[in-house]
């Protein structure tokens, strides 16, 4: 049963999922639905017992750009915060092996989707960054997730800079497994599935558990980082940075040249 329209799995006759962000026309923007959505469907998935490897992949030319944030919540910051944390964290301890298949950006919240995944498949297209801090918001949880994968100076780097990153950089750090052309990115996808096929289900699933359990941000962790992000985004400067970015202007603290 799909649960929003943007959001849609497919099972295909091997156990392997593909799990889909269908809304091109946005590069995959997420709003809120569509956040508890895409939770939801990744929790179902991984709790199927025929599904053996997910693909976690965006529709058109975009992974995903993060969080929508030209929709007007019907919650409160905490509360989307809390909702951005629950879903990169069931990515993270899906039971089953997973794939981020990555073509575009994949920026903010897409890239702590990405960085949780097993393995991340890139084409040279792709590019990458935690752009939070040009509209005045505070990328906590994403950076908790990220640090773990990518260390915690290359984040510090990439979060206070807020500049996108290319594909081939994103490789060299660590953050993409497998860098490839365009044309080639579901042939990487398919060799890679295909040797996840051969191995032991239950075996792998056991491993998974065991591996995603080691060295994640505690609960206190990210509690501190949902509060700080929280009490950004009420501050003053995130909500001039939304309105700079609904005019498409410059923020305020931008200097003039």
């Avoid at 575009?104 to 949780?116: D, T």
């Avoid at 042939?187 to 065991?210: E, G, N």
């Avoid at 080691?214 to 501050?235: F, H, L, N």
Wanted: glycine fraction near 8%.
């Amino acid at each position: 049963m799909r649960e929003h329209e943007a959001i849609h799995a497919e099972i295909d006759e091997r156990g392997v999922a593909t799990v889909t962000i269908d809304r091109p026309e946005k590069r995959n923007a997420l709003d809120p639905r569509m956040i508890v959505a895409l939770r939801h469907t990744v929790e179902r998935v991984a709790e199927t017992p025929q599904v053996r490897v997910m693909v976690l992949t965006g529709a058109g030319s975009a992974f995903c750009a993060g969080m929508d944030v030209g929709t007007d919540a019907a919650c409160s910051e905490e509360e989307l915060i809390t909702s951005v944390a629950e879903l990169i964290a069931s990515v993270d301890q899906a039971g089953v092996p997973t794939i981020a298949r990555v073509a575009g950006p994949a920026m903010g919240g897409g890239l702590g989707l990405a960085a949780v995944c097993d393995v991340v498949v890139a084409s040279t297209d792709a590019r990458f960054g935690i752009p939070e801090l040009r509209l005045g918001l505070a990328p906590a949880v994403v950076s908790l997730y990220a640090a773990r994968r990518l260390g915690r100076s290359v984040v510090r780097s990439w979060a206070l800079t807020a500049e996108h990153v290319p594909a081939a950089e994103a490789h060299r750090v660590g953050l993409v497994d497998v860098l490839c052309a365009p044309g080639e990115l579901d042939d990487r996808i398919k060799s890679l599935v295909d040797a996840m096929l051969r191995t032991a289900p239950q075996a792998a699933r056991t491993v998974k558990r065991f591996l995603a359990a080691q060295g994640g941000p505690s609960g206190d962790d990210i509690r501190s980082a949902v509060s700080m992000s929280s009490a950004v985004t009420a501050g003053a400067e995130a909500g001039l940075g939304m309105t700079a970015f609904r005019s498409k202007q410059a923020p305020p603290w931008v200097p003039r040249e």
